[in-house]
């Protein structure tokens, strides 16, 4: 093990990742702890990078092969045409060491077929670089359904073209900490009350082991602070309704005390981190449809009715595809019906744990028109009970005041304000006459 290239680790990572079904943000670790530390960011852009462009890589890889690959040599291919054309690791470095690999890990058949390949992609490099051309799905290199998902939202081609290259950009890692993070480790962002981009990798800072701070995007940030803005005096009791694993709900929990906030949790294991992270706080695990009576159990003092409700609903990840260059090759458009159901469920769900003038706050972490103002808009038309609380702009930092939408929900952006792409509806039970 000792003696294999990183080459080698990375793509014995990236076979074994599409064994197992496993997630490459959540392995990378692993991966990190058995190279050298000068290896790491060169490891990180390959894996990021190559997975990323995908459909770009393979579009280049059919011009020059002849027959059908088998996965692990696809792999090793989409490395070195990755290098050759994203990293711009010198032509003769690409061949060779690639070549290698193949000999060691694949034999000598399919060496040759990676000295052939690769050497046709090295020689054309430029010509395989220029975007000139190209479809919008392999130029960025994203499937077809969601290239049509964003181009629903996004008003004009260039400003299309670079949402989706932005998913493709590699971010500082981003953090909130109540107590002060040190400066050397990681730079304080004026822009969020407790946020951080970070300048080391999280495991080697303080706060972040310890779990006094975390990882978050500012996405998840900004929900946070607008829903808390709702509640200056912090006198209501909340509910966050989709609770797992904890994020925002962590977040809250430093300005609400155990006896103002609970959560609910579909899993058991996703309960139990929440807990870990927040002790003593109420958190039942189970069906949001189907907890009320469970809520308040064990002499807890919160239970229904809430003024203050959280659903965070599962949806298709669309936002967050920067930080998960594995979901948009997982994602089906198939999935999206099921969501939509679900995401339908738990907002009757919390009208029903609702108190008589109380607020919703509705978010899924992807930009989708059907997950966000389609949704919005079948469940005000069906419940007229409700109607829509305008997000305030000076809850906000004016830099992101660009995502407030003329219904006055938040729609935040990858390429426009550098998050994940969180929508927030805040809907409002309207007050009896
Ligand atoms: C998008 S995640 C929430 C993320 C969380 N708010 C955070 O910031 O860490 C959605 C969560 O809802 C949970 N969930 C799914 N269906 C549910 C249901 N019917 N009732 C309660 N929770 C559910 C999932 O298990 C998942 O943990």
Redesign the pocket.
């Known amino acids: 093990m000792k003696n294999n290239s990183p080459r080698q680790l990375i793509w014995e990572f990236l076979v074994d990742t599409e064994r197992s079904q496993g997630y490459i943000n959540l392995g990378i670790e692993k991966l990190h702890q058995n190279l050298p530390e000068k290896e790491r960011s060169f490891a990180t852009e390959l894996v990021f990078g190559s997975v990323r462009q995908r459909l770009r890589l393979d579009w280049t890889l059919e011009r020059y092969l002849s027959r059908e690959i088998d996965s692990e040599l696809r792999e090793l291919l989409r490395l070195g045409a990755y290098e050759s054309l994203f990293m711009r690791t010198p032509a003769h470095a690409v061949v060779f060491e690639y070549v290698e690999l193949a000999k060691k890990v694949l034999g000598s058949a399919r060496s040759t077929m990676v000295n052939a390949v690769l050497r046709k992609i090295v020689a054309n490099q430029e010509v395989l670089r220029d975007p000139n051309g190209l479809s919008l799905e392999v130029e960025t290199s994203h499937p077809e359904w969601i290239v049509n998902s964003f181009a629903q939202i996004i008003q004009g081609e260039e400003e299309l073209r670079a949402e989706l290259h932005s998913h493709n950009e590699a971010a500082a890692v981003q953090a909130v900490s109540f107590t002060n993070l040190d400066p050397d480790e990681a730079q304080k962002d004026v822009r969020m009350p407790f946020g951080y981009s970070l300048k080391k990798p999280p495991h080697e800072i303080k706060e972040i082991r310890t779990g006094s701070g975390f990882i978050?995007d500012f996405g998840?940030q900004i929900i946070a602070e607008i829903l808390l803005a709702t509640d200056p005096e912090r006198k209501y009791q909340w509910l966050?309704?989709?609770?797992?694993?904890?994020?925002?709900?962590?977040?809250l929990a430093h300005f609400l005390s155990k006896n103002q906030l609970a959560g609910?949790?579909?899993?058991e294991h996703?309960s139990k981190l929440i807990r870990d992270r927040n002790p003593g706080y109420q958190i039942t695990t189970?069906?949001?449809?189907n907890?009320k009576e469970r809520l308040g159990e064990e002499g807890a003092e919160v239970s229904a009715p809430f003024q203050r409700i959280?659903i965070?609903?599962?949806?298709t990840g669309l936002g967050a595809l920067r930080r998960r260059p594995d979901a948009r090759w997982r994602k089906r458009e198939s999935d999206l019906k099921s969501l939509l159901d679900?995401q339908r469920?738990?907002l009757l769900?919390g009208a029903g744990l609702l108190d008589d003038e109380g607020i919703i706050g509705y978010?899924?972490?992807s930009p989708h028109i059907l997950e966000t103002k389609v949704q919005v808009a079948d469940f005000l038309r069906k419940n007229s009970d409700f109607q829509i609380h305008r997000i305030n702009p000076a809850w906000i930092d004016s830099d992101y005041h660009s995502a407030i939408t003329d219904q006055g929900f938040l729609q935040l952006m990858t390429g426009e304000h550098s998050t994940d792409g969180m929508f927030l509806a805040l809907l409002e039970r309207k007050k009896k006459e």
Do not use: M, W
């Open positions: 978050q998840s966050d309704l989709c609770a797992g694993p904890g994020g925002k709900f962590t977040y609910i949790e579909l899993h996703r189970g069906d949001a449809g907890v959280l965070d609903a599962p949806c679900l469920n738990l769900s978010a899924t972490c």
